[in-house]
């Protein structure tokens, strides 16, 4: 298994700037495709950005031109860059492999003000 340590959420006001890092730990060897998905209140859990082992990234179409995805495979940590934040961002924030997850971490809270 690969246990999930999501850090760098925070109350933003629209237009600003955070940088989201997942920590993996466990048996990451077996990770290929790792990505972060979010769930805001009262919706379901949506993919947000994805990247592989050998750096191919997609992403939802709502932060193209906003997030960067990015990973250090040596240091077995990923990072989402998110620029241009506007409200409906807020969520909670989870990386964990795709396209099947394994267990859920704790999430990280990104809020946006308008």
């Known amino acids: 298994q690969v246990q999930f340590v999501e850090s760098g959420g925070g109350l933003v006001q629209a237009g600003g700037s955070l940088r989201l890092s997942c920590a993996a730990s466990g048996r990451t060897y077996s990770i290929n495709v790792m990505g972060w998905y979010r769930q805001a209140p009262g919706k379901e859990r949506e993919m947000v950005a994805f990247?592989?082992?050998?750096?191919?990234?997609n992403y939802a179409d709502s932060v193209k031109g906003r997030f960067a995805i990015s990973r250090d495979n040596a240091k077995n940590t990923m990072y989402l860059q998110m620029n241009n934040l506007k409200p409906d961002d807020t969520a909670k924030y989870y990386c964990n492999t795709m396209p099947t997850p394994m267990a859920w971490g704790q999430g990280t809270q990104v809020t946006v003000s308008s």
């Open positions: 990247i592989t082992t050998g750096g191919v990234t």
